[in-house]
């Protein structure tokens, strides 16, 4: 459900980065923010796919509720899949194996997700949690938890929370990144209906990312990012973003055109971007 839409915003640091510097010590120094973003890009992408994989197992395991045109991007042929109705939470595995398993996606995955839950999703009060048991995206090794809480209907629209808390060990490297982010997501439309792609969401909230070597990273969402699952960008909302380390920029999705055009806005210059 969530794709790649804040890997966005890696992208943006990396496309600023690159075109303020102009000397070669500022070259050094850019090149060092571009590796540094790449990672931030990579971990937020990380915990934001994990409710879309945990979604697509769980309607590939139990066909025809809502999300029968879910196309399972996410998973691979060799990713076995659990449901454990006995037990209260429900217990899903996603199991891709000990050794590296290519995906639908691109994306080199093994080890487990495990989702536990105690309702289905669309139930006020269902708290969906996930976990990771050597859990490897790319060899680059995820952990920590994923907490999603439907909290009912909010001014009539349904709500739900997400928390983020976890780590990514870099395999290059050995760098590593703590991750933390709360998020709201209002369901405002497609809610009635049997299929996914009228849905759209509206998203607020921010994160915050510390490096190992002391970087951090605030991002926070200033407008809501509007998200309609027939369309792979957000079309419409600001992020402000804030590193310890260079100035303040604003990213821009747009005005609710479904197109792959962004702006960066780092004080009175503004950068068009094309989103990959």
Same mark, same amino acid.
Request: with cysteine; hydrophobic share 35%; proline share 3%.
């Given at each position: 459900?969530?794709?790649?839409?804040?890997?966005?915003?890696?992208?943006?640091?990396?496309?600023?980065? +690159?075109?303020?510097?102009?000397?070669?010590?500022?070259?050094?120094?850019? *090149?060092?923010?571009?590796?540094?973003?790449?990672?931030? %890009?990579? +971990?937020?992408? +990380?915990?934001?796919?994990?409710?879309?994989?945990?979604?697509?197992?769980?309607?590939?395991?139990?066909?025809?509720?809502?999300?029968?045109?879910?196309?399972?991007?996410?998973?691979?042929?060799? %990713? @076995?899949?659990?449901?454990?109705?006995?037990?209260?939470?429900?217990?899903?595995?996603?199991?891709?194996?000990?050794?590296?398993?290519?995906?639908?996606?691109?994306?080199?995955?093994?080890?487990?997700?495990?989702?536990?839950?105690?309702?289905? !999703?669309?139930?006020?009060?269902?708290?969906?949690?996930?976990?990771? =048991?050597?859990?490897?995206?790319?060899?680059?090794?995820?952990?920590?938890?994923?907490?999603?809480?439907?909290q009912g209907f909010?001014?009539?629209?349904?709500?739900?929370?997400?928390?983020?808390?976890?780590?990514? @060990?870099?395999?290059?490297?050995?760098?590593?990144?703590? !991750?933390?982010?709360?998020?709201?997501?209002? !369901? &405002?439309?497609?809610?009635?209906?049997?299929? !996914?792609?009228?849905?759209?969401?509206?998203?607020?909230?921010?994160?915050?990312?510390?490096? *190992?070597?002391?970087?951090?990273?605030?991002?926070? &969402?200033?407008? /809501?990012?509007?998200?309609?699952?027939?369309?792979?960008?957000?079309?419409?909302?600001?992020?402000?973003i804030t590193p310890?380390? %260079?100035?303040?920029?604003?990213?821009?999705?747009?005005?609710?055109?479904?197109?792959?055009? %962004?702006?960066?806005? &780092?004080?009175? =210059?503004?950068?068009?971007?094309?989103? /990959?």
């Amino acid at each position: 459900m969530k794709q790649t839409a804040f890997s966005l915003i890696g992208l943006s640091l990396l496309i600023v980065a +690159a075109l303020v510097s102009c000397k070669k010590s500022e070259d050094s120094e850019s *090149s060092v923010l571009n590796r540094q973003s790449k990672l931030e %890009a990579f +971990a937020e992408e +990380a915990f934001d796919e994990v409710s879309e994989i945990s979604d697509q197992a769980y309607y590939a395991s139990l066909p025809g509720l809502k999300g029968g045109d879910n196309d399972p991007s996410r998973l691979g042929p060799c %990713a @076995t899949i659990t449901l454990d109705t006995t037990v209260m939470p429900r217990v899903l595995t996603i199991d891709f194996g000990t050794e590296n398993c290519l995906c639908n996606d691109g994306k080199y995955r093994r080890g487990m997700i495990i989702v536990t839950f105690n309702g289905r !999703w669309r139930r006020p009060g269902t708290v969906v949690t996930h976990t990771f =048991q050597n859990y490897f995206v790319n060899d680059n090794h995820v952990q920590g938890s994923k907490v999603m809480t439907n909290q009912g209907f909010v001014n009539g629209k349904m709500t739900f929370s997400h928390v983020n808390n976890g780590s990514v @060990t870099f395999a290059q490297n050995g760098e590593s990144l703590t !991750w933390q982010s709360e998020k709201t997501h209002v !369901w &405002i439309e497609g809610f009635g209906t049997p299929r !996914w792609r009228d849905d759209v969401f509206l998203i607020s909230g921010f994160s915050n990312v510390s490096h *190992s070597n002391g970087r951090t990273v605030e991002r926070l &969402i200033i407008e /809501p990012l509007r998200r309609e699952l027939s369309c792979r960008y957000f079309v419409s909302g600001k992020v402000r973003i804030t590193p310890s380390n %260079a100035r303040q920029r604003i990213l821009d999705f747009g005005d609710g055109t479904c197109d792959n055009q %962004a702006t960066i806005t &780092i004080g009175d =210059q503004v950068i068009v971007i094309t989103l /990959p």
